[in-house]
């Protein structure tokens, strides 16, 4: 068994591979707009999971992995051609989800600027309930 750090050079060794592969043994038009964006290998090295994302619409997506799953024999060898470990690991591709998650994350960060600035143009011109600052200070004498 393997340790993690070996296992995370492997994944970055196995990234670089898979992506120089794509570019010039891969001779498949679907797959020119892939970029792969992490890949990740378990601890005894067997089995690598690379995750791509693809620029365009839903169609490009599934053609890109069609062509993926079709070229996965072809990726994995040259896997094996480069990187040093006893067996070649398994290929697995997963379609990449953080670019739809950080434009999620940017829409939801646009509506609460939006709220926040509706909260600031209500409380503008208005007073405390109470005294500014309610709190007690130590340099303050207590009435005792």
């Known amino acids: 068994m393997a340790d993690s750090a070996r296992a995370a050079k492997l994944a970055q060794r196995i990234k670089v591979v898979v992506a120089q592969a794509l570019g010039k043994a891969v001779k498949d038009p679907r797959l020119e707009t892939v970029t792969v964006t992490d890949a990740r290998v378990t601890n005894d090295l067997q089995h690598a999971t690379i995750y791509y994302t693809v620029f365009g619409e839903d169609e490009a997506k599934a053609d890109a992995a069609v062509g993926l799953e079709k070229a996965k024999g072809v990726l994995r060898k040259e896997v094996g051609k480069n990187v040093t ?4 690991p398994t290929l697995e591709f997963v379609a990449d989800e953080i670019p739809v998650n950080a434009s999620n994350l940017e829409a939801l960060l ?10 600031a143009a209500l409380s503008e011109g208005k007073d405390f309930a109470g005294e500014a600052d309610p709190y007690k200070h130590e340099d ?3 009435d005792a």
Do not use: G
């Open 85 to 88: 470990v006893r067996l070649t």
């Open 140 to 142: 303050e004498e207590e």
């Open 110 to 119: 646009k509506v609460a600027k939006a709220k926040d600035a509706e909260v």
